[in-house]
């Protein structure tokens, strides 16, 4: 339990030649009150998404105007029209208000994730298969996952896999935005290459590489990757008995289907920063000591793709995985809390110690939590070091 959670706070104990990060959070970013005395939060890392809340609010961008501005307008009233306009802000609510709202009630119908047979394939064997430690291979040696994720949740499914053998070819679009940081500590294990599928030879790139894919794993937000023609049904028809794994904010049913979301505005929208505070005994909402949402829903993910796996080798077919950060989260809170779990203290990097390794990389000296499942025979590891995105060819490796 305690190496899990290490896991779940990964980015947090990461240091780069003996260097800590930054912030990792935008100085506006965060929780704001509006007229009605309620709050919202707003997610601004990304400057597209900053630049689309300024210009909503007709504001300078400092969190002086921000908050003058929002006081114009009413909580839930600025929550529907920032959504609308490209932001990315959720409305704070109690757990009671979430599970009676109609997203909380359409999710409640789902299961924690999905697998679903989403088209016919002949079973495709594993290989090297999971016996084959005498000869190096790991449990998903042979395995190729391609990875069009960003941000934590889905780049932890890719992480996860590499970490048990998985060939894992991250692609990432070269006019979208990332945290550096987040590259370095999810990136372990990983190759990263370009494809930009707003082009005819990026779309064509991807396909090449879905041929010979056994996992496609993509985060975009529900519908971004069906218009460019790689919907998973598309996937599923240019490569019959593949995994493809979609991981969204709210789910695929429900009034929030389609918003965009990071693990802070869910944590916001369903009620984990108001319990929290609450139980703290705080003055306001407190965010959870981990990116929990964000880790729990990648190793879900990663999970799912393998149970997928294993059952196109049995008996055929191509499959859909879904995962939602919100789905984990009435999960999560489902499980109930521990006693007294508020009083355990924040772990340093000298708590961690014995639970870090080192490696070299593209950026420097990694220290970093290593993965937490320990196997006797196929023991989990990372065999290539964190790349620099888009520093490797659209292309797989041969299988080993």
């Given at each position: 339990m305690r190496a899990a959670a290490l896991e779940f706070r990964s980015e947090r104990y990461l240091r780069v030649d003996g260097k800590a990060p930054g912030s990792l959070w935008d100085p506006i970013a965060g929780l704001y009150r509006t007229s009605d005395g309620r709050m919202v939060r707003l997610h601004t890392n990304f400057a597209h998404h900053r630049a689309a809340a300024v210009s909503l609010?007709?504001?300078?961008?400092?969190?002086?105007?921000?908050?003058?501005?929002?006081?114009?307008?009413?909580?839930?009233?600025?929550?529907?029209?920032?959504?609308?306009?490209?932001?990315?802000?959720?409305?704070l609510r109690s757990a009671?208000?979430?599970?009676?709202?109609?997203?909380?009630?359409?999710?409640?119908?789902?299961?924690t994730f999905e697998i679903e047979r989403i088209g016919d394939a002949k079973p495709r064997p594993l290989e090297p298969g999971p016996m084959a430690a005498e000869s190096g291979a790991r449990p998903l040696s042979g395995l190729r996952v391609l990875d069009l994720t960003r941000v934590v949740a889905g780049p932890v499914c890719g992480r996860t896999l590499a970490a048990h053998g998985a060939d894992v070819l991250r692609v990432a679009s070269p006019s979208l935005p990332f945290i550096e940081w987040l590259v370095i500590d999810t990136g372990r294990g990983k190759r990263s290459a370009f494809a930009d599928l707003g082009t005819a030879d990026g779309r064509a790139?991807?396909?090449?590489?879905?041929?010979?894919?056994?996992?496609?794993?993509?985060?975009?937000?529900?519908?971004?990757?069906?218009?460019?023609?790689?919907?998973?049904?598309?996937?599923?028809?240019?490569?019959?008995?593949?995994?493809?794994?979609?991981?969204s904010a709210y789910s695929h049913l429900g009034p929030f289907a389609r918003r965009r979301g990071f693990d802070s505005?869910?944590?916001?929208?369903?009620?984990?920063?108001?319990?929290?505070?609450?139980?703290?005994?705080s003055d306001g909402p407190k965010?959870?000591?981990?990116?929990?949402?964000?880790?729990?829903?990648?190793?879900?993910?990663?999970?799912?793709?393998?149970?997928?796996r294993v059952r196109q080798a049995r008996e055929g077919g191509s499959f859909?995985?879904?995962?939602?950060?919100?789905?984990?989260?009435?999960?999560?809170?489902?499980?109930?809390?521990?006693?007294?779990?508020?009083?355990?203290?924040?772990?340093?990097?000298?708590?961690?110690?014995?639970w870090l390794e080192e490696s070299d990389s593209a950026f420097g000296r990694?220290?970093?939590v290593r993965h937490a499942a320990e196997l006797s025979e196929t023991p989990a590891r990372y065999a290539l070091p964190a790349a620099r995105i888009g520093s490797h060819e659209p292309r797989w490796e041969d299988r080993t």
């Open positions: 609010l007709a504001s300078e961008d400092t969190r002086e105007s921000l908050q003058a501005a929002l006081e114009r307008w009413n909580a839930e009233a600025f929550e529907s029209a920032a959504n609308d306009a490209g932001c990315v802000v959720s409305m009671a208000e979430w599970s009676a709202h109609p997203q909380a009630q359409a999710i409640a119908r789902l299961p790139t991807l396909t090449r590489l879905i041929e010979q894919a056994d996992v496609f794993v993509q985060g975009y937000r529900p519908g971004a990757l069906a218009r460019l023609g790689f919907a998973p049904e598309d996937v599923a028809r240019i490569r019959p008995g593949i995994v493809c794994v979609s991981l505005l869910v944590q916001t929208a369903t009620g984990f920063n108001h319990e929290e505070g609450r139980a703290a005994g965010e959870l000591p981990a990116q929990a949402l964000d880790h729990a829903s990648g190793q879900l993910m990663a999970f799912a793709a393998i149970a997928a859909r995985v879904r995962v939602s950060l919100a789905q984990t989260g009435r999960w999560l809170w489902n499980l109930g809390r521990v006693d007294g779990g508020l009083a355990c203290p924040d772990p340093t990097l000298a708590d961690v110690a014995d990694l220290r970093a």
